[in-house]
Structure formats: structure tokens, C-alpha cells
């Protein structure tokens, strides 16, 4: 098992390696704001322990975040391969009958696999959920609630899961054990009195907001989505031709009692389906939400596995590379890349944090936003002359959802006093050729880029 282990392992990392440079940038925003975190944490060492970079994230990315963008996504590569490598040992503990199943079965997760080339916090989770799991079921019960500890570091959710560790623990230990869940947050704390000298750093600036309330949707439709959404998506969280087996997986686990990997990722549904249902925290039932507990998934499936898994496998990984081509605003960097060529301003204010990277220059304290004409028209106003303003407004998405633009004219800013430098429209299509049918549903990508310079 260990040569086809290190055999599956490497094929897996030399593909998302070269996805990494085929694919520059990533499928959303998230992504490349993280990542610009950790390339200027060195500058500005808040940002190693502000909740909105997560610590620990920033804390590992931070030196490959130095040496730039690509290898910093790499890292992200290597960093799902070891969470595959630590399900396996995972599934072992647990006495699975092909432990190594849940290596596949984890890497050619449909959302998991997308994030993989990507500066996002969820595969660091996974590797983390992993290694928890890992030591849970070889009895460590105390070193998987420390690793548990360091789930809120990552992500938010963090504070579920690493709570559902300690009642999972708790029935096999004394209660005071899990003081132990503390040691992540504890950690996380002094760091942040260290580096800022404000013992309530973290409090003043974690998102207390809670979200702005949907025009389009009244709360009982609001309610549904968020309630629905999951089992709609699930076939891209595991693939569709693993679901069935992941099905059988739970049906397994439930009867055998093994209650903990059910919880993670039931309990992570139902939290992110509330928080949509109730419009709090500026939360949604995105996909990505249950990419970092994909480890608690590939168990149940690798537990339910009937037949021979090579052809479902090898379609799954076919469907998950397919995902990654075909998402569009991937593909906006091109874009971006033609319009700034050549181009070194003083100042610079975008509409997107690719600019920023391919400029390698400094983050902003604000930058345009979606809709809300009067606050840009201050934005921009408010500008040093030397500013240039990078402005995409890109459409295409699933079911040709429209372009949201930013408000501002040409008449706008030449009011604020810019001049119009640079505008073209560009039809980013996908590197395969794939039928116009599937195009036309809405996974084409138009972009218009227009420079205005103060």
C-alpha cells in the first residue's frame, strides 16, 4: 500500500503543480486576498494574527507568500497531498478495510481539488481535520484536542468542530482534559498582545457584522435556499460518482456508532444552512464550505466502497480538473495581465486584488465595491493625483447572471479628474474546447477592463 500511496500522492501533487500554472490566479477573490495577507505580513505584522487573514494560515503561507504567487499556490498542492496522506493513516486507526481508498477518494473531491492550486484556507484545515482525526481514533485523545485547538485559527467554523472534538472526547476522559481545547486560541491570543500591545486586538477586530438583508428574496425563500443547498451541491463536494458510496459510507457509520465524522460535517451543514437561513455574519451556503471537512467524507465513502473503484475515480478526477477550466473568473487574470502591462503607477486602486498582484504593490486600506455608486465616487475622489484605477466589469457565470458594476461613468471620473487610458473587452475562454452548449449555460467569461489615470 505504501508504494501505490506515494505512487497516487506524487502523480496527484506533479498535476496541481502544473494546473498552478496553467490556472494563475483563482476561481474567487478570497483567494488572492489571502494570499496578498501574507505577502505584507512581513511588513505590517498585524496581519500575522488579525482574524479576517486567519493566523495560522498567514503564519505557514507567509514565506512562500514572499517568494511570490505560484509558489505559494503550490504549497496549497502539497499541503492536500499530505491531508490525503493523513486520512489514510486516519482510516487505519479506524480499522477500515482499504484504508488507502480514502487517499483517491479525498483528492478528487470536486470543490477540494479546485482549491487545491489556490491560497485558500481550506485545504490547511482539511490537513489539520486530518491529522485530528488521526489522533483521535489512535487514542491520543489529548494531542487531537490541541490540534483540534488551532481549528478557529483557520477558519471560523473552527469553533464547531473543535467543541464536537471535545464532546467526542469527553465521554472517553476526564472533563478537565479539555481545557486542552483552549491552547489554540490561547496561543493565538498572546500572540496578538505580543505583536500589538492590545490584549482585545483580536475582539475589536473580528467580523461582528451581520450581513445585509437579501432585496430579492423574502426570509422564508432565504430559508429554503440555505436548507437545500447542500444536498443539491453534494454530488460537487464528492464527486457524483463517489455519492453513492459516501451514502452507504453514513448509512455504515451510524450503525457502527462512529459518531464523529458524522457530526463534522452534518453539523457543519447545519450551522452554514442557519447562518444563510438567518442572514448573519454576511454567510451563504457556498460549496467551499464543506471543503475542509472532505477528510470526514473520504472515511465514510472508503467505509461504504462496493466494487472495484478505478473507473468511478478516474471519472471523478476527470470531472474535478474539467471544474477547475471551466469556472470562469479564473480566467479574469489574463485580463488584468494585458491591460497593466508595462504599467508601474504610484498609486493604485482596483476593483479586484488581482491588480494588486501583478504589481506587485501594496494593499489598499479600501478599494471599489459592487454597487454603491456614492461610496466609489468618494473612493475615487479622494485619491492622490499619480492614482490609476483598474476597473473590470466581467459576466458570466451559470445562467448568464449579469455583470455587477461599480456605478462610476466615464463622465464620473473625468469629473474627479482622471483621463481614460485603457479600455478593451475581452472573451476569456477556457483552455479546452469545450461544446458551445455548455458555454452558452453561462460558463463563457466576457471581461471589459478600463484604466483611468489621476
Same mark, same amino acid.
Given at each position: 500500500m505504501d508504494r501505490k500511496l506515494a505512487a497516487l500522492l506524487s502523480g496527484y501533487i506533479a498535476v496541481g503543480i502544473a494546473l498552478c500554472f496553467l490556472y494563475p490566479d483563482g476561481s474567487e477573490q478570497d483567494g488572492p486576498t489571502h494570499f496578498y495577507f501574507c505577502r505584507w505580513a512581513w511588513k505590517y505584522p498585524?496581519?500575522?494574527?488579525?482574524?479576517?487573514?486567519?493566523?495560522?494560515?498567514? +503564519? @505557514?503561507?507567509?514565506?512562500?507568500?514572499?517568494?511570490?504567487?505560484?509558489?505559494?499556490?503550490?504549497?496549497?498542492?502539497? +499541503?492536500?497531498?499530505?491531508?490525503?496522506?493523513?486520512?489514510? @493513516?486516519? #482510516?487505519?486507526?479506524?480499522?477500515?478495510?482499504?484504508?488507502?481508498?480514502?487517499?483517491?477518494? =479525498?483528492? +478528487?473531491?470536486?470543490? =477540494?481539488? @479546485?482549491?487545491?492550486?489556490?491560497?485558500?484556507?481550506?485545504?490547511?484545515?482539511?490537513?489539520?481535520?486530518?491529522v485530528a482525526l488521526r489522533l483521535y481514533y489512535r487514542g491520543s485523545l489529548t494531542a487531537a484536542l490541541v490540534a483540534a485547538s488551532f481549528f478557529p485559527t483557520i477558519r471560523?467554523? !473552527?469553533?464547531? =468542530?473543535?467543541?464536537?472534538?471535545?464532546?467526542?472526547?469527553?465521554?472517553?476522559?476526564?472533563?478537565?482534559?479539555?481545557?486542552?481545547? !483552549?491552547?489554540?486560541?490561547?496561543?493565538? =491570543? #498572546?500572540?496578538?498582545?505580543?505583536?500589538?500591545?492590545?490584549?482585545?486586538?483580536?475582539?475589536?477586530?473580528?467580523?461582528?457584522?451581520?450581513?445585509?438583508?437579501?432585496?430579492?428574496?423574502?426570509?422564508?425563500?432565504?430559508s429554503l435556499l440555505g436548507l437545500a443547498t447542500y444536498p443539491i451541491v453534494s454530488p460537487l463536494i464528492v464527486g457524483p460518482l463517489v455519492l453513492p458510496f459516501t451514502i452507504l459510507g453514513i448509512v455504515r457509520f451510524v450503525r457502527e456508532r462512529r459518531w464523529l465524522p458524522l457530526a463534522l460535517v452534518f453539523g457543519s451543514i447545519l450551522l452554514y444552512s442557519s447562518l444563510t437561513a438567518l442572514n448573519l455574519f454576511a454567510a451563504n451556503a457556498s460549496l467551499r464550505y464543506l471543503a475542509p471537512v472532505v477528510p470526514a467524507l473520504a472515511l465514510m465513502t472508503a467505509a461504504g466502497w462496493r466494487g472495484r473503484p478505478l473507473v468511478p475515480l478516474a471519472i471523478s478526477a476527470v470531472f474535478a480538473v474539467a471544474l477547475v477550466d471551466l469556472v470562469p473568473p479564473s480566467r479574469d487574470v489574463f485580463a488584468f495581465r494585458d491591460a497593466l502591462n508595462g504599467r508601474r503607477p504610484a498609486h493604485l486602486l482596483a476593483s479586484k486584488m488581482t491588480p494588486y498582484i501583478l504589481l506587485d504593490h501594496e494593499p489598499p486600506p479600501v478599494s471599489l465595491r459592487p454597487s454603491d455608486r456614492e461610496g466609489n465616487l468618494e473612493l475615487i475622489r479622494s485619491q492622490p493625483p499619480g492614482t490609476l484605477v483598474c476597473q473590470d466589469v466581467g459576466w458570466g457565470w451559470f445562467f448568464r447572471r449579469p455583470p455587477r458594476g461599480y456605478g462610476l461613468t466615464d463622465e464620473d471620473y473625468a469629473a474627479a479628474g482622471y483621463r481614460k487610458v485603457f479600455s478593451r473587452d475581452y472573451d476569456l475562454r477556457p483552455r479546452f474546447p469545450w461544446p458551445k452548449a455548455l458555454l452558452d449555460l453561462g460558463l463563457y467569461r466576457r471581461q471589459r477592463i478600463d484604466l483611468y489615470e489621476k
Amino acid at each position: 500500500m505504501d508504494r501505490k500511496l506515494a505512487a497516487l500522492l506524487s502523480g496527484y501533487i506533479a498535476v496541481g503543480i502544473a494546473l498552478c500554472f496553467l490556472y494563475p490566479d483563482g476561481s474567487e477573490q478570497d483567494g488572492p486576498t489571502h494570499f496578498y495577507f501574507c505577502r505584507w505580513a512581513w511588513k505590517y505584522p498585524h496581519f500575522f494574527i488579525a482574524p479576517w487573514p486567519r493566523p495560522l494560515f498567514t +503564519v @505557514l503561507y507567509a514565506f512562500p507568500a514572499a517568494l511570490g504567487y505560484l509558489p505559494a499556490k503550490m504549497l496549497s498542492v502539497f +499541503v492536500t497531498a499530505a491531508a490525503a496522506w493523513q486520512t489514510v @493513516l486516519a #482510516a487505519m486507526e479506524m480499522g477500515l478495510e482499504r484504508p488507502w481508498l480514502a487517499a483517491p477518494i =479525498l483528492l +478528487v473531491s470536486p470543490v =477540494l481539488f @479546485l482549491l487545491s492550486i489556490e491560497t485558500m484556507t481550506e485545504p490547511i484545515f482539511a490537513l489539520l481535520l486530518a491529522v485530528a482525526l488521526r489522533l483521535y481514533y489512535r487514542g491520543s485523545l489529548t494531542a487531537a484536542l490541541v490540534a483540534a485547538s488551532f481549528f478557529p485559527t483557520i477558519r471560523p467554523e !473552527g469553533f464547531l =468542530l473543535a467543541l464536537l472534538f471535545a464532546i467526542a472526547t469527553v465521554r472517553r476522559q476526564p472533563f478537565w482534559k479539555v481545557l486542552w481545547l !483552549g491552547t489554540g486560541c490561547a496561543a493565538c =491570543l #498572546a500572540a496578538s498582545w505580543i505583536v500589538t500591545r492590545d490584549p482585545m486586538f483580536l475582539v475589536k477586530t473580528w467580523p461582528w457584522n451581520s450581513g445585509k438583508p437579501n432585496p430579492v428574496m423574502n426570509p422564508f425563500t432565504q430559508s429554503l435556499l440555505g436548507l437545500a443547498t447542500y444536498p443539491i451541491v453534494s454530488p460537487l463536494i464528492v464527486g457524483p460518482l463517489v455519492l453513492p458510496f459516501t451514502i452507504l459510507g453514513i448509512v455504515r457509520f451510524v450503525r457502527e456508532r462512529r459518531w464523529l465524522p458524522l457530526a463534522l460535517v452534518f453539523g457543519s451543514i447545519l450551522l452554514y444552512s442557519s447562518l444563510t437561513a438567518l442572514n448573519l455574519f454576511a454567510a451563504n451556503a457556498s460549496l467551499r464550505y464543506l471543503a475542509p471537512v472532505v477528510p470526514a467524507l473520504a472515511l465514510m465513502t472508503a467505509a461504504g466502497w462496493r466494487g472495484r473503484p478505478l473507473v468511478p475515480l478516474a471519472i471523478s478526477a476527470v470531472f474535478a480538473v474539467a471544474l477547475v477550466d471551466l469556472v470562469p473568473p479564473s480566467r479574469d487574470v489574463f485580463a488584468f495581465r494585458d491591460a497593466l502591462n508595462g504599467r508601474r503607477p504610484a498609486h493604485l486602486l482596483a476593483s479586484k486584488m488581482t491588480p494588486y498582484i501583478l504589481l506587485d504593490h501594496e494593499p489598499p486600506p479600501v478599494s471599489l465595491r459592487p454597487s454603491d455608486r456614492e461610496g466609489n465616487l468618494e473612493l475615487i475622489r479622494s485619491q492622490p493625483p499619480g492614482t490609476l484605477v483598474c476597473q473590470d466589469v466581467g459576466w458570466g457565470w451559470f445562467f448568464r447572471r449579469p455583470p455587477r458594476g461599480y456605478g462610476l461613468t466615464d463622465e464620473d471620473y473625468a469629473a474627479a479628474g482622471y483621463r481614460k487610458v485603457f479600455s478593451r473587452d475581452y472573451d476569456l475562454r477556457p483552455r479546452f474546447p469545450w461544446p458551445k452548449a455548455l458555454l452558452d449555460l453561462g460558463l463563457y467569461r466576457r471581461q471589459r477592463i478600463d484604466l483611468y489615470e489621476k
